[in-house]
Nanobody, 121 residues
Framework: QVQLVESGGGLVQPGGSLRLSCAAS????????MGWYRQAPGKERELVAA???????NYADNAKGRFTISRDNAKNTVYLQMNSLKPEDTAVYYC???????????????WGQGTLVTVSS
């Protein structure tokens, strides 16, 4: 079993910053793409940013220029640095990873439990 544990959420004022972390543990042979998604109340879950094992990144338009995704492959950990936060960034943020347990295994999508980010004055 592979588990993802997120941390770093909380309450922040508009214009502030937060750094989310997500560590993968368990039976891991390799992890391909890791990403962050978010879901606001009454809305669908959406991609925020993703990063491959080689470091290629992709961002949602509303995250470009404000958020930075990075990862430490040795620690199986992905980070999301969020700057210039806005009230509309308020959501539960979920970590996601495509991992496999052996070289002959298929990649499986794993989700974290989510961490709440609230941007409010």
């Amino acid at each position: 079993q592979v588990q993802l544990v997120e941390s770093g959420g909380g309450l922040v004022q508009p214009g502030g910053s937060l750094r989310l972390s997500c560590a993968a543990s368990g039976s891991i042979f390799s992890i391909n793409v890791m990403g962050w998604y978010r879901q606001a109340p009454g809305k669908e879950r959406e991609l925020v940013a993703a990063i491959t094992s080689g470091g290629s990144t992709n961002y949602a338009d509303n995250a470009k220029g404000r958020f930075t995704i990075s990862r430490d492959n040795a620690k199986n950990t992905v980070y999301l640095q969020m700057n210039s936060l806005k009230p509309e960034d308020t959501a539960v943020y979920y970590c996601n990873a495509d991992s496999r347990r052996a070289w002959f295994d298929r990649y499986r999508q794993i989700w974290g439990q989510g961490t709440l980010v609230t941007v409010s004055s």
